[in-house]
């Protein structure tokens, strides 16, 4: 579940249409940021509840 919503957080950034670009510098740097983003986010809520509603 986490790791979808890290896809939807990367893809929220920039559409990804071509698989060339997933070896891209910058887009791995985009989702080393969404995985450090969601899981910031995952320590500072207190409830599932607060989570979805920080990461939405």
């Known amino acids: ?9 990367i893809t929220a950034f ?10 891209d510098t ?3 740097n ?3 940021y969404a995985r450090r983003v969601e899981n910031e986010t995952f320590e500072i809520a207190d ?3 607060e ?3 920080k990461i939405a």
Do not use: C, D, W
């Open 1 to 9: 579940m986490r790791q979808h919503l890290v896809q939807k957080i």
């Open 14 to 23: 920039i559409p990804i249409t071509n698989t060339g670009a997933i070896r």
């Open 26 to 28: 910058r887009i791995i």
């Open 30 to 32: 985009l989702a080393n």
């Open 47 to 49: 409830s599932q509840e």
């Open 51 to 53: 989570y979805f509603h």
